[in-house]
C-alpha cells in the first residue's frame, strides 16, 4: 500500500487544467487524486459560456487528438455552433460552442466519476513537503498528509484570490469560493517565485429584465459542426440565438465620469490584466474616438433567466455599472443577477518550468492552467494535458515529452511560457505560430497522432476512431493520385484556388467522417506549396532547436556576452539553442556567441 | 574568430608620416592600463581629454606627450570603455607606446575587431557594419562620400522605414485574423495590394538609388578605341604623360589592353589604350580586339580616334556605344587636313595641337559623370545587401500574388513573414512579439 502511494499523482484543483491531466493519467493507467476545493465545482466555467473560438478551438482540437474531453463535453453542452472567420483562409477558420454552463461540467464529473484509477477528494492542498528537490507529500487543510510523488497544481485564480467591485474588495477565489490561501507560501519557502495578474468577467443580467426587441439576433451556423472526433455523426443540436448590441456615448460619459470608482485606474489592483479582453472602461478611455463598442448577449444555460454580458467586461462599482447601462435602449431597465468584478491572483512565472511543466527546482511538481499566467479555459486544458502525460511518465521513471512549437498549438503556447516573460495574462492567438498553414484545425488528428500514441492516451475507442479517419484519408489520397482531369494530374489541378475536391471524388456514401477528410486532403493540397516555403523558412531556426545546451553551460564564462543577457539565460536555463533565441530580449549576436562558445568547449556544432 | 574578453589596441590612423598619430584601446581594463603607462593613480574622468606623458614600462622612460580621451562604456564606439591616445606623428613613437600598451595586457586588434565590438555591443547594425568595413577599404572619395552615408544610417533609416511600414501592414492583417470582424475594422484586400505594391516600388527605388559595390570598382573608366595606327598608344602616352604604351608605325602593335590612372578635373579616371579595331585572321590581335570590346562595354567614356574620319568608326560600331558618352577625334592634323567641327575634335598627337581642348573637353566630362553619379545615388550597398534587397522586392511580389489568386491573407502573411526574416538578415532584427504587441497598441479588440 506505502508503494502504492509512493507511485501517486496528487492534483490540486479540478478546474479545466486539472480535469485534463487527471484523465491523461488514469488513461496511462496510473493513479492520481484530484484534490479540489468544491467537488461540485469541477470542470466549471468561471467566466463565460463559451468553448473555442478564435485560436482557441485549435488547442480544443489538439486536446481532443491528445484523448482529451474539452472538446467532447463542448459538443455535448452546446447552445449554438458557430464556425468564425469563414471569410478568412482556413487556417484561422475556429469553431465556437456556446455551451451550457450546467451541463458541461455535469459530463465531465460524470466522466472522472467514472475512472477508476482517479480519486477525487474534496479538500484543500495547503503546502508539499520535498526531500533532495523532490515531492515527498502533501499536507491537507485539514490536517491530513498525503505521500505522493508528484504534484500537480492547477489552481485557477484561486491563490490569495482578491475580487473587485467599485472600491469594496474581498478574498475569493471565483465569486461565491473561498481562495486558497498557503499554497503560495509553500511556492516561495521552496524559493519559486510568484507574480500577481488580473482578470475580469462581465455583469450577469436579469433576462426579462432585458428588451430584446431592439436586440440584433447573432444566430449560429445553418449547418453545426462540432469540436471531436469522437462525437458521433451527424451532429445535431438545436442552435439558439445570441443578440448583440452597442454602447452609445451616454454610457461612455457615464464610464468616463465615474473612472475612478474602478480600481484599476485608481491604482489599487496591482496585477496586470490582458489587453487582448480590456475591460469596458479600458476601452472607453482608451479609444475616445469610439463612440460606440458591441456587447453579446449570451445565454448561460438552456432557458437561463441570466444572460452573459459579452464585452462589458468591468471593475467598476455596481451602480456606475448599472447606470451606464441603462443608457442603453435595449437595458432601459436592466437588473443585474450579479454585477462584473475583477479578480486578483498570483501566478507562478513560468519560464520556472521545463517545456514538460516540471519545475526546473523541485522535481515531480508541476504547474498547468492559469497558475502559469494563462488565461482561457482552452489554454488550461491544453496544459493540463501535457503536465498529466508527464505526471505519469515522472513516476514510472520514463523520459519526459515536450511539444515542439511548429507541430502544435500545445507546443507554441509551452513554448512561448517557458521562454518569455508574462506581462499579462497569456492567451492564444494564430499569429502567435510561426507556421499557421500547417497548424490547422482540419490536419490535427495527423500531426499529433504520434504523440497521443507515444504518450498512450487514447482510449481504445478513441483510436479506433482516429485509425478510422487516418484510412479515409490514405484513401483519399490514393484516389487523387490515381486521378487526372484532361492531362493534370489532380493533385496540381486542385492547387487552383477554384478547384473543389469533391467536384472529382465524391465522400463514400453516407460517411461523415470521409467528408470532412475530404476537406482536409483538400486544404492540405491546396497549401502545400505555402507550407513547404514555411518549412523551409524555418529550418534555421528547426536546426538550433536541436541543439542542446548542457547542463553545466556556464553563460557567465562566455566572452562578449551582456551582463543583461547572462541573467535572463541564467534565470531561463534553456534546453536548447533554439529556445534561447526565442527569450524575450535575446539578440541573435547573443545566440551566435553562444553557438561558438558551443563548439569550442562542448564541441557541439549549432 | 573573435574573442571579447580581452583588451584590443591598434593605431587608428594610417601609418606614415603625419602631424598626430591616433591609437586606440577598447577593453575592460582600459583604466587600469591608463594608470599603467600615464604612472598615476588617478582615475581618467569619462569623455575628458586629458594631457600626460606616456612611459615605456620597462625602463619608464618617458615616450611622449600625449592627449588621451577616455569613453566610459557604453558610451564609445565600441560600446565598450575606449580610450583614445593621440601621439606625436612619427611610427618610433607609436610603435613604442602601442608595445607598452601590450605589455599591460592589451593585445593588437585583428582587422575589422573594433567595428565587430561596437555590433555585437549593439552601437551599430549591420548595414552600418559593412559601411564602415568599406570605408575603410574605399579607395576614392566617391565611395567613401557614399559608405559615409550608410554609416551615420540614412540607408537604414531608409529601409527601416520601408521595413516599419510592412510591420504595420501585417499588424493589421494579423489583426484581422485574430479578432472578429464584428470587434474592429476591416480592410479591403485591394488596399492590401496597393499597400504592397507601394512597398515593392520604395524598395525598388531604394536599390536603383544606390551606387552597389560592382558598379563602384571604383573609378570612372576612359578607353581609347579605333583603328590600327589611327594614334591611340600615341593619345595614351599623351595624356598619362609616361611613354608606357608602344608606338610604331605597324599596324596591330597593341595586342593587350594598357591602363593608368590619371588625375583629370577633380578625379582618378583609368585611362585605357586598346587595340586597333579592323578585320583580322591574326588570333592573337582577335583576342586583343575581343578585349576592346570588353573594354567599352565597362567604360563610361569612350574616345575614339581616327586619322580623318572618327565618325565612320563610330557608325560602324554605333550598337556599342549606348548609353556612353563618346569624344571624337581625329588625330595628324599635322599631316592629314582637318579641322575641328561638329563636335569632332582634331588634334596632332605628334605637334600636341588641340590637346588641350580635348582635354578640357574630356575633365569637364569627368567632373560630370562623378557629379551625375553624387545625385542620382544616395548610398552604397554591397553584393550581399543588393540580393537581400532583391530578394525582399520578389518575396513582397509573390505576397501580393498570392493575395490577388486566393484571396486568403493567411497565406499572404506567410510569404510576409519570409519577407521580414530578410529585412531582420538586413539590419538589426526586432524582437519577437513585436506584432502582437503592436496589434494591442494600435487597436481597440476584445470581447
Ligand atoms: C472572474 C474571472 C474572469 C475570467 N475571465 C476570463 C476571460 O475573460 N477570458 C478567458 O479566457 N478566461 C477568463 N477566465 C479564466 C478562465 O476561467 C480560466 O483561465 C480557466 O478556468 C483556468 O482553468 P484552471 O484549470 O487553470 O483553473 P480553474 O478553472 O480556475 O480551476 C481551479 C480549481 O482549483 C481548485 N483549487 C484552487 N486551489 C486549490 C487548492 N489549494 N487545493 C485544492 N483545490 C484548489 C479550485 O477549487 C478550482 O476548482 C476568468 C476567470 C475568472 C475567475
Ligand atoms: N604625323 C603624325 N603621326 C602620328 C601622330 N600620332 C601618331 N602618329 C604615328 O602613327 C603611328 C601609329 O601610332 P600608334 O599610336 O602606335 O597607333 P595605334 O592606334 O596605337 O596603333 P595600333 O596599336 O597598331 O592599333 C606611329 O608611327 C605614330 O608615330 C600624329 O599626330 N601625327
Ligand atoms: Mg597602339
Known amino acids: 500500500m506505502l508503494e502504492n502511494n509512493k507511485k501517486k499523482i496528487v492534483i490540486a484543483g479540478g478546474g479545466h487544467a486539472g480535469v485534463e491531466a487527471a484523465l491523461a493519467i488514469a488513461r496511462t493507467k496510473q493513479k492520481c487524486v484530484l484534490v479540489t476545493m468544491d467537488s461540485g465545482a469541477i470542470g466549471r466555467l468561471s467566466c463565460n459560456p463559451a468553448i473555442g473560438g478564435l485560436g482557441k478551438s485549435h488547442l480544443v482540437k489538439e486536446v481532443d487528438a491528445l484523448g482529451g474531453i474539452m472538446g467532447a463535453a463542448a459538443d455535448q453542452s452546446s447552445l449554438q455552433m458557430k464556425t468564425l472567420n469563414k471569410t478568412k483562409g482556413r487556417a484561422v477558420w475556429a469553431l465556437r460552442a456556446q455551451v451550457d454552463k450546467k451541463k458541461y461540467p455535469a459530463f465531465v464529473s460524470k466522466i472522472i466519476k467514472k475512472e477508476k484509477y482517479i480519486s477525487i477528494l474534496e479538500g484543500e492542498v495547503l503546502s508539499f513537503n520535498t526531500k533532495n528537490e523532490k515531492i515527498v507529500s502533501v499536507n491537507l487543510k485539514e490536517g491530513s498528509t498525503l505521500s505522493c510523488s508528484s504534484l500537480i497544481i492547477t489552481s485557477g485564480t484561486f491563490l490569495n484570490g482578491l475580487i473587485h467591485i467599485g472600491e469594496r474588495s474581498f478574498s475569493a477565489g471565483r465569486m461565491g469560493e473561498a481562495p486558497s490561501r498557503g ?56 442552435q439558439e440565438s445570441c443578440f448583440l448590441v452597442n454602447t452609445n456615448q451616454n454610457t461612455h460619459n457615464i464610464i468616463n ?21 480590456p475591460s469596458i472602461e479600458d476601452k472607453v478611455f482608451r479609444f475616445s ?146 507556421n499557421r498553414l500547417y497548424l490547422r484545425a482540419d490536419n490535427v488528428y495527423e500531426r499529433l497522432y504520434n504523440s497521443a500514441l507515444g504518450a498512450d492516451v487514447l482510449l481504445s475507442s478513441q483510436l479506433r476512431i482516429q485509425k478510422k479517419f487516418h484510412k479515409a484519408l490514405s484513401d483519399i489520397y490514393n484516389k487523387i493520385k ?125 | 574568430m573573435y574573442v571579447f574578453n580581452d583588451d584590443i589596441v591598434a593605431l587608428a590612423t594610417l601609418p606614415g608620416k603625419s602631424a598626430l598619430n591616433v591609437i586606440r ?106 559601411g564602415i568595413a568599406a570605408i575603410v577599404e574605399a579607395n576614392n572619395n566617391i565611395d567613401s562620400y557614399y559608405h559615409l552615408n550608410t554609416i551615420n544610417g540614412t540607408l537604414t533609416k531608409e529601409v527601416q522605414k520601408n521595413k516599419d511600414s510592412l510591420m504595420s501592414l501585417m499588424t493589421v492583417a494579423e489583426h484581422e485574423l485574430d479578432f472578429l470582424d464584428s470587434e474592429i475594422e476591416k480592410k479591403e484586400l485591394q488596399e492590401y495590394n496597393k499597400s504592397l505594391n507601394k512597398l515593392y516600388l520604395h524598395t525598388k527605388k531604394i536599390i536603383k538609388k544606390s ?28 595624356l598619362t604623360g609616361h611613354q608606357k604604351s608602344i608606338i610604331t608605325n605597324i599596324k596591330g602593335t597593341t595586342r593587350d589592353p594598357v591602363e593608368s590612372n590619371i588625375d583629370i578635373g577633380n578625379h582618378e579616371v583609368k585611362i585605357i589604350d586598346t587595340a586597333g579595331l579592323r578585320t583580322t585572321k591574326d588570333v592573337v590581335e582577335i583576342k586583343g580586339i575581343e578585349k576592346t570590346f570588353a573594354h567599352i562595354e565597362e567604360a563610361q567614356i569612350i574616345i575614339i580616334i581616327d586619322e580623318k574620319n572618327a565618325s565612320q568608326t563610330y557608325l560602324a560600331n554605333k550598337n556599342k556605344f549606348k548609353q556612353k558618352s563618346v569624344i571624337l577625334v581625329n588625330n595628324k592634323n599635322d599631316i592629314n587636313n582637318h579641322k575641328q567641327k561638329n563636335g569632332v575634335f582634331s588634334i596632332s598627337c605628334k605637334k600636341k595641337n588641340g590637346f588641350n581642348s580635348l582635354l578640357t573637353h574630356l575633365s569637364t566630362l569627368c567632373n560630370q559623370k562623378v557629379d551625375r553619379v553624387y545625385k542620382e545615388s544616395s548610398f ?47 539590419i538589426r532584427p526586432d524582437a519577437k512579439n513585436k506584432i502582437i504587441n503592436e496589434i494591442f497598441k494600435g487597436f481597440c479588440v476584445g470581447k
Not at chain 1, 200 to 209: A, F, N, Q
Not at chain 1, 511 to 534: Q, R, V
Not at chain 1, 537 to 556: A, N, Q, S
Open chain 2, 211 to 238: 551606387l552597389s559595390s560592382e558598379q563602384q570598382s571604383g573609378n570612372l573608366q576612359v578607353a581609347i578605341i579605333g583603328r590600327p595606327n589611327a594614334g591611340k598608344s600615341s593619345l595614351f602616352n599623351l
Open chain 1, 183 to 238: 499554497l503560495s507560501e509553500s511556492l516561495l519557502n521552496h524559493d519559486i517565485k510568484l507574480g500577481r495578474l488580473k482578470t475580469g468577467t462581465p455583469p450577469r443580467l436579469v433576462r426579462d429584465s432585458i428588451n430584446w426587441s431592439v436586440a440584433v439576433e447573432a444566430p449560429g451556423d445553418e449547418i453545426p459542426s462540432c469540436f471531436s472526433l469522437y462525437t458521433s455523426r451527424p451532429y445535431k443540436i438545436k
Open chain 1, 257 to 277: 465620469n465615474n473612472i475612478e470608482s474602478s480600481p484599476m485606474f485608481s491604482g489599487k489592483i496591482s496585477g496586470v490584466g490582458p489587453r487582448y479582453c
Open chain 1, 289 to 434: 474616438e469610439r463612440s460606440s463598442h458591441p456587447l453579446f448577449l449570451e445565454p448561460e444555460w438552456k432557458n437561463s433567466h441570466q444572460i452573459y454580458l459579452n464585452g462589458f467586461s468591468t471593475s467598476l462599482s455596481e451602480k456606475v455599472q448599472l447606470k451606464a447601462l441603462r443608457q442603453i435602449e435595449a437595458f432601459k431597465s436592466v437588473e443585474f443577477v450579479r454585477p462584473g468584478y475583477a479578480i486578483e491572483y498570483d501566478y507562478c512565472p513560468p519560464y520556472q518550468l521545463s517545456p514538460s511543466l516540471m519545475s526546473k527546482k523541485i522535481s515531480g511538481l508541476f504547474c498547468a492552467g492559469q497558475i502559469n499566467g494563462t488565461s482561457g479555459y482552452e489554454e488550461a486544458a491544453a496544459q493540463g494535458v501535457v503536465a498529466g502525460i508527464n505526471a505519469s511518465l515522472y513516476i514510472q521513471k520514463k523520459d519526459l515529452v515536450s511539444f515542439d512549437r511548429q507541430n502544435s498549438y500545445i507546443g507554441v503556447l509551452i513554448d512561448d511560457l517557458t521562454t518569455s516573460p508574462i506581462e499579462e495574462p497569456y492567451r492564444m492567438f494564430t499569429s502567435r505560430a510561426e
Open chain 2, 380 to 426: 552604397s550597398i554591397n553584393v550581399r545587401q543588393k540580393s537581400l534587397l532583391q530578394k525582399i522586392c520578389r518575396g513582397i511580389n509573390k505576397a501580393n500574388k498570392g493575395l490577388e489568386t486566393t484571396g486568403d491573407l493567411t497565406i499572404c502573411l506567410s510569404s510576409l513573414y519570409g519577407v521580414l526574416d530578410l529585412y531582420n538578415e538586413l
Open chain 2, 25 to 130: 584601446v577598447s577593453g575592460k581594463n582600459v583604466i587600469k592600463i591608463y594608470r599603467a603607462i600615464t604612472l598615476s593613480s588617478k582615475k581618467p574622468r569619462a569623455n575628458f581629454a586629458h594631457v600626460s606623458c606616456i612611459y615605456n614600462q620597462s625602463d619608464k622612460k618617458q615616450i611622449d606627450y600625449s592627449l588621451l580621451t577616455y569613453f566610459k562604456a557604453p558610451k564609445s564606439y565600441t560600446g565598450e570603455d575606449v580610450l583614445e591616445i593621440s601621439t606625436h606623428g612619427g611610427n618610433i613613437i607609436v610603435k613604442q607606446v602601442i608595445e607598452s600598451l601590450i605589455s599591460k595586457g592589451a593585445r593588437q586588434a585583428l582587422p575589422g575587431e573594433f567595428t565587430y565590438r561596437a555590433y555585437i555591443n549593439g552601437k551599430i547594425d549591420l548595414l552600418q557594419a559593412e
Open chain 1, 482 to 606: 490515381k486521378t487526372r482531369v484532361g492531362n493534370t494530374p489532380l493533385e496540381k489541378f486542385l492547387k487552383r484556388p477554384e478547384v473543389k475536391i469533391l467536384d472529382h471524388i465524391g465522400p463514400n456514401k453516407g460517411s461523415l467522417i470521409d467528408a470532412e477528410a475530404l476537406f482536409s486532403a483538400e486544404t492540405s493540397i491546396k497549401y502545400s506549396g505555402y507550407i513547404k516555403n514555411e518549412k523551409e523558412r524555418l529550418l534555421k531556426t528547426r536546426r538550433l532547436e536541436l541543439v542542446r545546451i548542457p547542463k553545466e553551460f556556464d553563460y557567465k564564462k562566455i566572452p562578449g556576452l551582456s551582463n543583461e543577457s547572462k541573467e535572463l539565460l541564467i534565470t531561463v536555463l534553456p534546453e536548447t539553442v533554439g529556445q534561447a533565441s526565442r527569450i524575450a530580449g535575446i539578440r541573435p549576436t547573443d545566440i551566435a556567441l553562444i553557438g561558438i562558445y558551443l563548439n569550442n568547449k562542448f564541441h557541439v556544432k549549432p
